[in-house]
């Protein structure tokens, strides 16, 4: 399963950038919502969104994707390949841990349990929960569940809309890497997927923003 999905985001590295506006703007939001300093590490680091609204922190970029990994390194300098659910690092390596549209990818609980683990003194998070992509059957977390195992500090819900419509909704998800989720009705005809592209209009993205002390 690890396998398949650092394949599926290593296929989309070329084309993620161009396409994910949702994602880009969810990554300016958090910066803006958690302000870290010093020594940061950028968890599910893609191509480094996050990273680029960083300034004057020291950066480190984690990522299951061997491509995503080299395409951050290029940007940002380091990089690390591994998975989120058991981080190389000690407890307290880093001041911040921010980590933007990945840990839905991930099962949470370790995920996000490891983050606090090595953050000295914040981790900051933003993740698609239940309610985002009505036609999906991707299982986002539900947020009550986050919230009543983390107990945020502070936390804020906001829909990002996906400004696609149509066709160009359907490649949003194959040019950012999203759209081969196991558990997704599959499309089996091309006539099947030109009536659903027809049919879906102001998707969104319902984003959990966290702050964890
Ligand atoms: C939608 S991209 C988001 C990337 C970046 N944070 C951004 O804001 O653009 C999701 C990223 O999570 C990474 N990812 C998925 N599962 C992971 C895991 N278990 N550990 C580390 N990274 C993971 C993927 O390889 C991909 O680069």
Redesign the pocket.
């Known amino acids: 399963m690890?396998n398949t999905?650092?394949l599926q985001?290593s296929r989309a590295v070329e084309t993620y950038e161009e396409w994910?506006l949702p994602?880009r703007k969810s990554?300016r939001l958090l910066v803006e919502f958690i302000n870290p300093r010093g020594k940061v590490l950028d968890l599910?680091?893609?191509?480094g969104?996050?990273s680029e609204y960083l300034e004057n922190c020291e950066v480190l970029g984690?990522?299951?994707?061997p491509k995503?990994v080299e395409v951050y390194k290029e940007r940002h300098g380091i990089a690390v390949l591994?998975?989120?659910?058991n981080l190389p690092f000690k407890d307290k390596s880093f001041d911040y841990v921010v980590?933007?549209?990945?840990l839905h990818?991930?099962d949470w609980k370790k995920?996000i349990s490891e983050a606090i683990r090595v953050a000295k003194v914040c981790v900051g998070i933003a993740v698609p929960v239940k309610g985002s992509v009505s036609f999906s059957s991707f299982p986002f977390p539900d947020e009550k569940d986050i919230l009543n195992t983390f107990f945020p500090k502070e936390y804020k819900i906001l829909n990002i809309e996906i400004p696609f419509e149509g066709l160009d909704l359907i490649k949003f998800f194959h040019y950012?890497?999203?759209a081969n989720y196991k558990g997704k009705n599959k499309l089996k005809t091309r006539g099947e997927l030109l009536k659903l592209a027809k049919s879906i209009k102001g998707e969104y993205f319902r984003m959990l923003f966290l702050k964890i002390h």
């Open positions: 690890k999905l650092s985001f994910a994602q990554a599910g680091c893609g191509t969104f996050v984690l990522d299951i994707s995503m591994g998975n989120a659910e980590s933007n549209f990945s990818w991930t995920s950012t890497g999203t």
